[in-house]
Each structure stands twice: as structure tokens, then as C-alpha cells.
T-cell receptor
Framework: DGGITQSPKYLFRKEGQNVTLSCEQNLNHDAMYWYRQDPGQGLRLIYYSQIVNDFQKGDIAEGYSVSREKKESFPLTVTSAQKNPTAFYLC???????????FGQGTRLTVV | KQEVTQIPAALSVPEGENLVLNCSFTDSAIYNLQWFRQDPGKGLTSLLLIQSSQREQTSGRLNASLDKSSGRSTLYIAASQPGDSATYLCAVNFGNEKLTFGTGTRLTIIP
């Protein structure tokens, strides 16, 4: 089955810790994205990558970092600099930028 | 500022009725528009993609239309079923590498 796999489904972070969210796709897509979803707000773009070894900041990149060492993988690290990290994080991919986007099942991150 | 609005925030209709969900956007220079479905606690499922040059797209009981001049899109659901209950999100690609999302319409189909 082709698709986007995010793990873990639930993640708990202590204050001051960095955590990494995994995103893997087997759709052979060049572009990948990370969005954050908060109640009552539309999804907001954190980072995107249009090709391996390249990535760009989105609208709310502060406190986050990414890497794109492989076409299939686009992990997101939530650093201790992110002041309000509790949210639902969604990874997406598309064949290339500005084409139809497909999403994973999300990771819910909670700060404890 | 490029914005996407979905009104109403919530909608309840009896099973079997046809219904229309609305999406409006502030900039007519769009690249494409996508409708998604989201079940509680889950990711987004792509329903329909309409390119800027298209007026509508159909998939099964779903039909999405696009009117760029008025900045509107509608998602028509025919013969609604309880399984259609979910939040429906409209997302617009204004050609700037990202999707701009509305806040969604939470749809409840009453058996």
C-alpha cells in the first residue's frame, strides 16, 4: 500500500526536551511538508521540502527543525525553543510543489 | 492577505438529504483548490482537487465546483449517509508552495 506513515501516534514531551516526529512516504513524491493543527485554527505550515537535501521555512518555523537526507523521509524535531508545542502535527507529500497533497494520520504531541 | 473561510462551522442534516458546503477565498489568482475530510483524531483524506482552469470535479456522490471570479468553491454531497459525518476542510494553493486552509465545517448526518 502506498501512503504516508507518521510515528508515533501519541508523544509526550517534558519541558526542555527535544522530540522528533517521524514521517515516511512510499509514494515517490519529491515534495514533503509539515503542518501544525490547533483547535479552531486552520492548519499552518511549519517547513517544506521540494527535493532531497533542500528545505524551506514555512509560516511558523521558529522552535522547529527538519532534515531531508532521503527522498522518503522528512523528520521534524520540536526543540525546547518552541514555547507552545502541544498540537496535532500532520505530515504531507505531493508529487512536486503545488500539486495534490496527501496527508499522514498525524502525531499528537503533548507537553507534560 | 490570502485567507480561506468556511461557513458555517457546523452543520447537521437528516440522512438522505443533499447538502452543500461552502468555501470562500480572498484572492482569485489561485493555483488549485483541494477538499479534504478529517475524522476525529485522524489525518486528512483528500476528496477532490480542482485545478485553476477547471469549473468542477466529481467523485461518486461528491461534486466540487470552483468560481474564481467570485472567490468561491462548493462541495455538494448527494444522498448523505451517517458515514459522511466528519469535518470537511477546504484548502487553497495560491501558488506559494503551501496550502492555505479554512477552519472547516463539522458535518453531522442524523440517522
Amino acid at each position: 500500500d502506498g501512503g504516508i506513515t507518521q510515528s508515533p501516534k501519541y508523544l509526550f514531551r517534558k519541558e526542555g526536551q527535544n522530540v522528533t516526529l517521524s514521517c515516511e512516504q512510499n509514494l515517490n513524491h519529491d515534495a514533503m511538508y509539515w503542518y501544525r493543527q490547533d483547535p479552531g485554527q486552520g492548519l499552518r505550515l511549519i517547513y517544506y521540502s521540494q527535493i532531497v537535501n533542500d528545505f524551506q521555512k514555512g509560516d511558523i518555523a521558529e522552535g522547529y527543525s527538519v532534515s531531508r537526507e532521503k527522498k522518503e523521509s522528512f523528520p521534524l524535531t520540536v526543540t525546547s525553543a518552541q514555547k507552545n508545542p502541544t498540537a496535532f502535527y500532520l505530515c504531507a507529500s505531493s508529487r512536486r510543489l503545488n500539486t495534490e497533497a496527501f496527508f499522514g494520520q498525524g502525531t499528537r504531541l503533548t507537553v507534560v | 492577505k490570502q485567507e480561506v473561510t468556511q461557513i458555517p462551522a457546523a452543520l447537521s442534516v437528516p440522512e438522505g438529504e443533499n447538502l452543500v458546503l461552502n468555501c470562500s477565498f480572498t484572492d482569485s489568482a489561485i493555483y488549485n483548490l483541494q477538499w479534504f475530510r478529517q475524522d476525529p483524531g485522524k489525518g486528512l483524506t483528500s476528496l477532490l482537487l480542482i485545478q485553476s482552469s477547471q469549473r468542477e470535479q466529481t467523485s461518486g456522490r461528491l461534486n466540487a465546483s470552483l468560481d474564481k471570479s467570485s472567490g468561491r468553491s462548493t462541495l455538494y454531497i448527494a444522498a448523505s449517509q451517517p458515514g459522511d459525518s466528519a469535518t470537511y476542510l477546504c484548502a487553497v494553493n495560491f501558488g506559494n508552495e503551501k496550502l492555505t486552509f479554512g477552519t472547516g465545517t463539522r458535518l453531522t448526518i442524523i440517522p
